[in-house]
């Protein structure tokens, strides 16, 4: 199997499990009533554990090899994951993992990669990119459309979908820039582990948690798989096929999360989950958002900085 090959398969996958992610999380806080705090906190605090219990002799040399600057940059990123992360669970909890998805990483998460690139980076938009924008934009639209009267569901819910993208695409950009002097593993482990300690000290001193019993700790200690396994698998693509290609995949995050919560209404119909009220204008619009993705993403000169990446990869030199 080809380098490229592998790791589009890598990636695809880490989308599948953040969609089956969602729906969990759904499940958790709607079916379980577990608490929110709990729910972003203790799953990334197992899942980075596993990761820095893995080759705990990287996760050594990481700490060892960050120095100030480093730590400075691992706390930006603690910060932005923490954020987004809260928002992303509390925002499914409210309006549903189909909805969250569409609206947050299917479509506006990669939207606000490209603005903080242009704003930060002094890269321009093609013609192309900028109909791609107009074209996420659109999808936005028609997934938060009430088809009774024709209006906006835009409410909570769905603002706090994509603010927590935006946090979430300004840690893109942050874990992009460090994966080019740091290791992958020890760098996921510790942003998983450290901002769901911070989300676990912030409930707990501002009384914002309620405690599960015994069953409601053993789902959140298994629900540290998927972050786990989603966050490897989504991290290693950036420097192997570039971040270009790496977000056009993950963008079927959407898609795939409608596809896992109906499978799991299909199975179980009592469920107490909420798919969109209009499910097939909420489908093409995030069809039509994925293809603004991949329009946003044609830039030839990222093309060949990602190729370059992958070449580099390849000769073991990043």
């Known amino acids: 199997m080809e380098l490229k090959t592998k790791f589009v398969l890598i990636v695809l996958l880490s989308a599948l499990v953040v969609a089956f992610e969602s729906v969990a999380i759904e499940g958790a806080l709607n079916i379980e009533d577990l608490d929110v705090f709990l729910v972003s906190a203790i799953p990334s605090m197992v899942g980075g554990l596993i990761l820095l219990t893995v080759r705990p002799t990287r996760a050594v040399s990481f700490t060892k090899s960050l120095g100030a600057r480093g730590w400075l940059w691992m706390l930006a990123l603690v910060i932005l994951v923490a954020a987004g992360v809260l928002m992303w669970f509390d925002s499914v909890g409210r309006i549903g993992a189909s909805k969250e998805a569409l609206l947050g990483g299917g479509s506006s998460e990669v939207l606000f990669v ?15 990119e900028a109909i791609g924008g107009l074209m996420i934009i659109v999808g936005v639209f028609l997934v938060l459309t009430n088809t009774d009267d024709m209006t906006l569901s835009l409410g909570f819910g769905e603002v706090e979908a994509m603010v927590s993208s935006f946090f979430l695409g300004c840690s893109i950009v942050v874990t992009t820039a460090m994966l080019r002097e740091y290791d992958l593993l020890p760098l996921c482990g510790f942003e998983l582990m450290l901002s769901g300690l911070m989300l676990l000290v912030f409930g707990i001193a501002f ?48 898609i795939l999360t409608v596809a896992a919560q109906v499978m799991v209404l299909f199975l179980f119909p009592d469920a107490d989950f909420m798919p969109p009220e209009n499910l097939a204008l909420a489908i093409m619009g995030g069809v039509v958002a994925f293809v603004g993705v991949y329009l946003l993403n044609t830039n030839p000169v990222a093309k060949n900085l990602a190729i370059n990446e992958s070449r580099r990869s390849a000769e073991g030199e990043i």
Do not use: H
């Open 207 to 254: 009384d914002l948690i309620t405690w599960p019993n015994a069953d409601g700790w053993a789902l959140l200690l298994v629900l540290g798989l998927f972050p786990a396994v989603g966050m490897v698998a989504y991290n290693s693509g950036l420097p192997k096929i570039g971040a270009s290609l790496t977000s056009v995949l993950f963008a079927l995050n959407g």
């Open 114 to 128: 490209v603005i903080l690139s242009a704003i930060f980076l002094s890269e321009r938009l093609t013609r192309l």
